[in-house]
């Protein structure tokens, strides 16, 4: 179970659900491999719709890597379940949940 206090968000690959969090370290990781100028830089790709798939693949490594995790990706449901994760992940890292 995920705890989005901690900026936990979940992936289902496989049939085997993963927390994926994105502490400090692994965003700073994230942000070099993405050639992302900042931190909003990165997010606004993402809520603009402007990210690759190369981009979606790095945001749910980092994601699962910074969960725990050390994974392949073959996202069940595919690419449009992977983004959604990836949006789920990138709102619960900069934003206090409800």
Same mark, same amino acid.
């Given at each position: =179970?995920?705890? +989005?206090?901690?900026?936990? #968000? %979940? $992936?289902?690959?496989?049939?085997? &659900?993963?927390? =994926?969090?994105? +502490?400090?370290?692994?965003? #700073? %990781? $994230?942000?070099?491999?993405?050639? &992302? ?62």
């Amino acid at each position: =179970m995920v705890n +989005p206090y901690r900026g936990e #968000a %979940e $992936l289902v690959i496989g049939g085997v &659900a993963y927390v =994926m969090r994105l +502490p400090l370290g692994v965003l #700073a %990781e $994230l942000e070099a491999e993405m050639k &992302a100028d900042s931190l909003m830089d990165m997010v606004q790709r993402f809520e603009a719709g402007g990210f690759s798939a190369r981009d979606l693949i790095s945001l749910l490594k980092a994601g699962l890597r910074g969960g725990g995790n050390e994974v392949t990706l073959d996202v069940d449901g595919g690419p449009i379940v992977a983004a959604q994760a990836a949006a789920k992940l990138l709102a619960v890292t900069f934003a206090v949940p409800e």
